[in-house]
């Protein structure tokens, strides 16, 4: 059975630092997603990553993938409060689209 | 329209009802998902089509849930016989091609309550 995991479920930091959030799954895939969910929102899309060593970047947040070690990491860079939201991965195991989500991380950043 | 709509936003049923969620894809998506999502937690999948044929309904819980995508466009989940258990947001997502490296766009979700 395919699990993915994400650590940690929750990280309140302050403005500026930089921290990671990490999402470990159980088999073989090269093809991860990030999103990311406002309150009472819906998904949006951040990241695919498809392959092994696949870095991509967007204003303070950066992905990789890591299919060997079924790692994936989302690096936050001198975080700002707009950043506040809660992160999911999502694996897709099967080549079908049929994602297996985490359980989420929720960021809080501070002033 | 832009994005992925969902109809209603919100249902309260009470239990032993049926009920009909509406998914509407963005045009020319291919395939359309289902999933669910409990309150804290990451969604689930439910379902998914391809066109209109239904590839993989191994998400759906038991036989009171069923999809539905006659025209390859529009979806209807329907659960019948709702329980309590069933209360959660239902989310459809869509995709240009489902089985590639295409990013699913999820829709705002109808919150379900069932009573």
Not at chain 1, 73 to 100: E, N, P, Q, R
Not at chain 2, 24 to 50: C, K, M
Not at chain 2, 80 to 94: K, L, W
Request: glycine share 8%.
């Amino acid at each position: 059975e395919l699990k993915v995991e994400q650590n940690p479920l929750f990280l309140s930091m302050q403005e500026g630092k930089n921290y990671t959030i990490y999402c470990n799954y159980s088999t073989t895939s090269d093809r991860l997603y990030w999103y990311r969910q406002d309150p009472g929102k819906s998904l949006e899309s951040l990241f695919v990553l498809l392959s092994n060593g696949a870095v991509k970047q967007e204003g303070r947040l950066m992905a990789s993938l890591d299919t060997k070690a079924r790692l994936s990491t989302l690096h936050i860079t001198a975080a700002v409060h707009d950043l506040s939201a809660t992160y999911f991965c999502a694996v897709d195991m099967w080549v079908t689209g049929k994602l297996i989500f985490g359980q989420g991380t929720t960021l809080q950043v501070k002033p | 329209g832009a994005g992925v709509s969902q109809s209603p936003r919100y249902k309260v049923t009470k239990r032993g009802q049926d009920v009909a969620l509406r998914c509407d894809p963005i045009s020319g998506h291919v395939s359309l998902y289902w999933y669910r999502q409990a309150l804290g937690q990451g969604p689930e999948f439910l379902t998914y089509f391809n066109y209109e044929a239904q590839q993989d309904k191994s998400g759906l819980p038991n036989d009171r849930f069923s999809a539905e995508r006659p025209e390859g466009s529009i979806s209807t989940l329907t659960i019948q016989r709702t329980e309590q258990r069933d209360s959660a947001m239902y989310r459809c997502a869509s995709s240009l091609a489902g089985g590639r490296k295409e990013t699913q766009y999820f829709g705002p979700g109808t919150r379900l309550l069932v009573l």
